[in-house]
């Protein structure tokens, strides 16, 4: 199951459909028993429990006149009459996927997710030759990753995530040379990133959180500046956070939090100007937070949490008018907070507890009127209160000093 590792920046749970999106092919019925009505059969027949009741109604053979373009989550090309797409996600279906379906061999997308699929994925499906969008997340399938998915020449899209997926990350991987997201997070994946995985040029968007993954970010990742999105966090990568990761001027995500990295944050980071989440918090990092970081315009979340970073907040946070969450806690940060904190009216959680500041609090944080939480205990700050801080903060409700 999808586990909730990063609390800050929640995304918006996503509504369970509990409709199907039904397309239904220009109607050319067929009474033949086709492959692809065969394929389709053996995989109801494997299907245990959920709403297979619906589906032994609407995916019949017997009924007169009827087209398996006319089933329910199925997609047809109007001109061969022959599945495009299966969807049959939000369905609460239990069961295993028979080698059937490799027969599907129109198939260009095929979404399973949020079911209770579980067992290996059948060779047979990679027989498929297709396949441009696969979607398995939150099921409960096992095994390894398969090889053969290296094999897909026209993927594009591959979501594993949320599964019992072991062992390695196939090195075949490195074949998809159009795959533009790929997401195997949350399975119990194990060993290295593969260094080839750099080698994927198109490749925009890739989770790998919440694996068991060891070893260095491969500076292969850093090659191509397509990347926007670089989710590797929640596994235990050591040592740098490499300064080549400037080369990745289009990245808006990057995820690294709870890992076991070391070293400084490069001062490169502070290339990337269409950064909006730089989240490398709970790992072992050092050194101080380079003023580098106040060119990234439009942060809007910056967590660096539980290292051992030290040294003086840089006046240049101030320049991040687009921030609204500020992680800092646990640290060895010292010094006085700049007042120049006061620019970030957007800022709607801030988080420096356990650190080593002192001086005042800079009246100006008492006029962010976004605050909806602020922490700054554990350090050796003194100040009063403004009387008036209810008005001046309404939408404050936890605040720690
Ligand atoms: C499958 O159907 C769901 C609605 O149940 C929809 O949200 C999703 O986008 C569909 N998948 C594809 C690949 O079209
Ligand atoms: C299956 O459901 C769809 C949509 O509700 C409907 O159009 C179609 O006729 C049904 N087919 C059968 C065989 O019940
Ligand atoms: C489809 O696949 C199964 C298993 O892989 C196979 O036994 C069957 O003969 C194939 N062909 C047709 C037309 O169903
Ligand atoms: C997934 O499979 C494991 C082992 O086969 C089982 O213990 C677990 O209950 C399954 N989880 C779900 C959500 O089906
Ligand atoms: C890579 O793709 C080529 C051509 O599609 C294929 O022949 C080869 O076996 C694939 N290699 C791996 C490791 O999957
Ligand atoms: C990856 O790219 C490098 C050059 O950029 C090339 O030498 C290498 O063979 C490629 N590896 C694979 C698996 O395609
Ligand atoms: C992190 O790295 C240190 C030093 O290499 C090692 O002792 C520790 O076991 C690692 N922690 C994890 C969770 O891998
Ligand atoms: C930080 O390093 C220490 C010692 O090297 C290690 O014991 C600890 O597990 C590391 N912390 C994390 C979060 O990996
Ligand atoms: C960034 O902040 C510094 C120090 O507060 C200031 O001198 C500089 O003008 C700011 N730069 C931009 C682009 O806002």
Known sequence: ?????????????????????????????????GTDQSALLAL????????????????????????????????????????????ISNMGLTGTIPPDLGNLSFLVSLDLRNNYFHGNLPEELSHLRRPRFVRLTTNNFTGEIPMWFGHFPELQFLFLDGNGFSGFIPSSISN????????LSYNFLEGNIPEKIGNLSVLRELYLSGDDLVGQIPLSLCKFSQRQVLDLSNNRLSGQIPKEIGNLEKLKELYLITNNLTGVIPREIGKLHGLKLLVLGRNNLTGTIPREIGNLQNLQGLNLEWNQIMGMIPKEIGNLTMLTELYFANNSLTGTIPPEMGNLYQLENLQLPYNGLNGSNPPG????SALRNIELAFNHLSGNLPPDLGHR????????L
């Open 365 to 368: 944080l008492f006029n962010l």
């Open 44 to 87: 109801k027949a494997h299907i245990t429990s959920g709403q297979q009741e619906f589906l032994s109604e609407n995916w019949s053979s017997t009924a007169a006149a009827s087209s398996v373009c006319d089933w329910i989550g199925v997609q047809c090309s109007s001109r061969h009459q022959r599945v495009t797409a299966l969807n």
């Open 1 to 33: 199951m999808k586990k909730h590792y990063f609390y800050l920046f929640p995304l918006a749970v996503p509504v369970l459909l509990h409709y199907l999106m039904m397309t239904s092919c220009t109607a050319m019925k067929r009474l033949s028993l």
């Open 393 to 400: 903060l309404p939408k404050l409700w936890a605040m720690g």
């Open 176 to 183: 998809l040379s159009r795959v533009e997201k790929l997401d």
